[in-house]
């Protein structure tokens, strides 16, 4: 969707990217004969740029599957199976289910066994794959145009048919304690995941993608059947395929998806996340209204701590919404650890936010990266954290900034790490930066007018390049149609970033890192932070936040 793209694109440094415009598409030259079934059917059909020929077309059959697709040129095709489900909709009692059902991805199934779906994975050759996040389990493939039939056969195979049997689930709880304590020794893997954790402290966000230790034993077959019922619903499903007819996809769909039953309770994923917004806006409404009612005397007895009740039917899973609560968590590990890493985050935006492309912009503007780089124009070298930071002081090993945005909420701040007798300077630093971007009165530090033409140009080129991968454009299609019901076209997304100006850039940062956002979502408005280490050197890091007018009173 957009803003995963958006996010996607955060994520990788500008200097991959060199082109900043796009291919030309065009339609296939291969025709393909439509089966009488796919007549009737409902399809939206929208122009994705004003510089291609190609279309996007977007067909929901009868059981509420929609089906879409971009019919790009090229050697490869490239389709993808996309539930609505993930780990922001586990509850207490299924808390860990999506890592262990992503690991159970391609085994045997009611009509191949684990060795059939082996070979055909190897036989269909291509990049094939499962991965699951908060908010989407994604079956993904990149394979020849001519084994389109075979790819969706195996997905249908795997997502609608598989037996779980009581083998594989033991297998798979020991290959995944053995992931998570490989990932827990990694910092830069384990410190975004106690992020979420902390800043959206017992819901949505804030649960865990990894399975955690203790429930490995609660996965159960039946415990993993129950919860695929219960998400695995045509409604919540998208099929969407890049560089194959519409026509062809929409008949394959109906042919190996097709005959899965409509729900009997409606929750698809469209609506369910409009409702969310509903409630989310509805909360933030009392909020306000509680905070303007509340006596100072009564503030004082207040919990600093929101606390959250957990939902209990699917619908109400469905439909609950982010709430934002912050935090702090400090992990001392010892003296002989050679670095300190801190995390400084607020809650950022959703993707629905209009604001989101100024955001975006903003974390492209702040850059930085690690303390060594092969340097060069192009290569994100003159962004603030580097010139500010990185440049300026031998001491730090890291520093980057990071936006994480989903559905109806997000997560924007600095990373860095450093040796730790200046942990407490770099937390400074961290706070320093994110203070400045949000000003305009303070000479010669504030964002100039070059900065943030070259991070809206540096934008642009990252994101059109990432749209040349299959890979990309196929989840940024299918993640879109699962959210929105459509698609954002790209060149809606460079006009808004074209129309992002200083005072818009300075008013989104202001927005965020104050703590404002909290106005709309009904979160806390405090501040986040992760501190893993040698924790010697590191003082009252909430009184340092408050020195900088940081977030909302730490």
Known sequence: MTSRLLNTVSRVQPSKHGLTTLLKRSESTMPY??????????????????????????TTLPNGIRVASENTPGHFSAVGVYVDAGSRYET?????????????????????????????????????????????????????????????????????????????????????????????????????????????????????????????????????????????????????????????VVDLACKFFGDIPASVENLDSVMTHKEALKKQAIQAEKNQAGQQKDSFVKSLFKSNSQQVKEPSSAFEIATQPALYTGGNSFMETGPETPLTHVYVAFEGLSIDDPDIYALTTLQILLGGGGSFSAGGPGKGMYSRLFTNVLNQHYWVESCQAFNHCYTDSGLFGIAGSCQPEYANALMELICRELDIVARGDIGRLAVTQVELNRAKNQLKSSLLMNLESRMVQLEDLGRQIQVHGKKTGIDEMLSHIDNVDMDELRRVASRVVRGAVSVSSGGSGKATVIVQGNLQGLKDVNKTIDKYGLGIGN
């Open 33 to 58: 004969k439509t089966n009488h079934l796919t007549k009737g059917f409902p399809t939206i059909v929208q122009e994705y740029s004003k510089a291609s020929t190609g279309l996007c077309k977007i």
């Open 92 to 248: 207490s009692v299924t808390r860990g289910v999506s890592h262990i059902l992503d690991r159970l991805a391609f085994k045997s199934t009611a009509n191949r066994s684990a060795d059939q779906v082996v070979a055909e994975l190897e036989s269909l050759g291509g990049n094939i794959m499962c991965s699951s996040s908060r908010e989407s389990i994604m079956y993904q493939s990149a394979i020849f145009s001519q084994d389109l039939s075979r790819v969706l056969s195996l997905f249908s195979d795997v997502i609608c048919h598989p037996t779980i049997n009581q083998a594989e689930v033991d297998e798979q709880r020991q290959t995944a304690l053995y992931e998570i304590d490989e990932i827990w020794s990694k910092p830069e893997m384990i410190l975004p995941e106690i992020l979420h954790t902390v800043a959206y402290h017992g819901n949505t966000l804030g649960n865990p993608l990894l399975c955690p230790p203790e429930n490995l034993e609660l996965m159960t077959p039946e415990l993993i059947q129950s919860y695929m019922k219960t998400w695995y619903r045509p409604e919540r499903m998208v099929i969407s395929a890049c560089g194959a007819e519409h026509e062809q």
